[in-house]
């Protein structure tokens, strides 16, 4: 399929793609965003299993909450 202008009919143009460049941008964002409430709520509940193991089960339950994105 051609692309043309539907002014004059001209074959001489460049497709932008601006539809597909803004949807991508929001789908980057929305993902980025997603991630980090996954890893915040996954860091929280490791820490919480963490406790039982004291201040340095604490610091590994977040830290492999986070990882698992919980």
Same mark, same amino acid.
């Given at each position: ?19 597909? %460049?803004? @949807?991508?941008?929001? !789908? &980057? *964002?929305? $993902? ?5 409430? #996954?890893? =915040?709520? /996954? +860091? %929280?509940? @490791?820490?919480?299993? !963490? &406790? *039982?193991? $004291? ?5 590994? #339950?977040? =830290?492999? /909450? +986070?990882?698992? @994105?919980?």
């Amino acid at each position: 399929m051609s692309i043309y202008c539907p002014k004059c009919g001209s074959h001489h143009v460049i497709q932008r793609n601006m539809g597909r %460049k803004v @949807g991508g941008s929001a !789908g &980057m *964002i929305a $993902g980025s965003a997603s991630g980090a409430v #996954g890893a =915040l709520g /996954g +860091a %929280k509940t @490791g820490a919480t299993l !963490g &406790m *039982i193991g $004291g201040p340095p089960g604490i610091e590994l #339950g977040s =830290l492999v /909450g +986070a990882m698992m @994105g919980l």
